[in-house]
């Protein structure tokens, strides 16, 4: 595991926090003061679930989670107290807007082709959205993004290794937007672990106005249990703390997650197959009459362009195999998102492609 990086200091986020979150007084629950003893102080079913099972299900889980917060921070290199952990790195995404950004008047900045979750959370919570798209290339012009910045904007959100393209964003063009832009910047690395790259946990000694989103779901292969972390400055962390609910991540997942970082020597040896497969993907698919690009890719699923892409989408759902279109998407007309599977899928997949040849328009 990386050794631990100092936490910058004087750092105050405080400012961007909106008013009335700054005079919240966070809802403090049962479970915050006691685990053990007669536990009478929380309406819970003391006769036990309703299932037969050995674990406690009947008792509220840990409100903080401060074990699996320093698994995580132990794995990535930092503090406990620069994590957060919620269902997801969705909530994550929620939460931050929900903190610094104020409904009808504040915005965020994206830049398509990129998470759609960035845009559905900023409609949910009432903040508009300003795109910066990456060149057509897929590439970050941080001078783009910074000049689509105003004093409204609280968040800037990049993806790294990108959603939907793959790639990974420039380090270069990462910092020129920390360095120019006073609010947070959030890095989403949900497939940071398929990149040889590696995170940038290490740059939050530098700036501490950058925020890490990760999760379970993609290396780890944890998808159905909802896990995922913000890492901050520890002064972000907690006004996240103070926001979320009470209960917000479930005794089952949080066990399962605990674990996971135990068993992070297979996260890594399946990656590796992944890795490996990906590449006799686009071997076994190179040399197709329809395929016109092949993107780069530092991901577990790998962006193509075809002649016909949405053609190809139908006919392989109708044939039991599931892409994922994303022409509508800027600068990705005509491509699939093809995700990297087993060997036996992958090899299906690729039996598709070349049983049928060429579609018609």
Known sequence: MPDQKPIPEQFNPDPWVRPNIRTLTPYHAARDDFHEGILLDANENSFGPAIPTEEPLHRYPDTRLDHLRRKWAEFRGIAMEQVFVGVGSDEAIDILMRVFCEPGNDEIVITPPTYGMYKVAARVNNVSVVEAGLTPEFELDARSVLSRVSPQTKLIMLCSPNNPTG????????????????????????????????????????????????????????????????????????WMMKVKAPYNVNRLTADTALAAFDHAGRMQENVQKILSERRRLVSGLSGHPDLETVFPSDANFVLMRFRNAEAWCHHLAARGVIVRYRGDQLHCKNTLRITVGTPAENDRLIEEFNNRGSLER
């Open 167 to 238: 790639n990974v964003l420039s380090q270069e063009q990462i910092r020129q937007v920390l360095d120019g832009f006073e609010g947070l910047v959030v890095m989403d690395e949900a497939y940071v672990d398929f990149s040889e790259h590696g995170s940038l946990c290490p740059l939050m000694e530098q700036y501490p106005n950058l925020v890490i989103l990760q999760t379970l779901s993609k290396a780890f292969g944890l998808a159905a249990i909802r896990m995922g972390a913000a890492l901050a400055h520890p002064a972000v962390i907690e």
